[in-house]
T-cell receptor, first 116, second 114 residues
């Protein structure tokens, strides 16, 4: 039973390029969460999605960042025109139902983005 | 609103010594509290969680944590540290009104000396 999969594990981009981060949730999970971890900091919530719906994007920067979770395929976090400040580890988590008391979020290994 | 404060960004203990990692939270509604461990270049692994009921929660690898509402704390302990416990530990809080959105502390790096 595979866990949460993220790819690529490492991504290097030059300023101004686009970064696409993929997340495949655990089998049967329909809730996906994206977090960003800056160096020496904890994880910061970005967005919560269900299939074909963005439920909460209150942690997403207003510009350049977007996320989707299509009916088929992985969830995608897209960063356009990357800047050096986007360098971070991006983690995806999934849960069977909405995460809270009864549901645990299972985390992927993360994608480490480096912007040159 | 909810927040988490982890006191001490770095904790160092000797092998066999008590591990104590501190976590204080703030939440306007009943909280659900979590401890995660992160090894280098890996994702987060759940150690334990408090939802309701017994305030002393036992987790994996011999860790436990006690929810103290009066102190708004959820400190993580382990009686005897192993070298393999060296990692970064994160405390997190969520609630029914913030379901899906966990708030994490900044983490505590645990070093275990031989």
């Amino acid at each position: 039973n595979a866990g949460v999969m993220q790819n690529p594990r490492h991504l290097v981009r030059r300023r101004g390029q686009e970064a696409r981060l993929r997340c495949s949730p655990m089998k049967g999970h329909s809730h996906v969460y994206w977090y960003r971890q800056l160096p020496e900091e904890g994880l910061k919530f970005m967005v919560y999605l269900q299939k074909e719906n963005i439920i909460d994007e209150s942690g997403m920067p207003k510009e350049r960042f977007s996320a989707e979770f299509p009916k088929e395929g992985p969830s995608i976090l897209r960063i356009q025109q990357v800047v050096r400040g986007d360098s971070a580890a991006y983690f995806c988590a999934s849960s069977l139902r909405i995460a809270g008391a009864q549901e645990t979020q299972y985390f992927g290994p993360g994608t480490r983005l480096l912007v040159l | 609103a909810q927040s988490v404060t982890q006191l001490g960004s770095h904790v160092s203990v000797s092998e066999g010594a008590l591990v104590l990692l501190r976590c204080n939270y703030s939440s306007s509604v009943p909280p659900y509290l979590f401890w995660y461990v992160q090894y280098p270049n890996q994702g987060l692994q759940l150690l334990l969680k408090y939802t309701t009921g017994a305030t002393l929660v036992k987790g994996i690898n011999g860790f436990e944590a006690e929810f103290k509402k009066s102190e708004t704390s959820f400190h993580l302990t382990k009686p005897s540290a192993h070298m393999s416990d060296a990692a970064e530990y994160f405390c997190a809080v969520t609630s029914n009104t913030n379901a899906g959105k966990s708030t994490f502390g900044d983490g505590t790096t645990l070093t275990v000396k031989p």
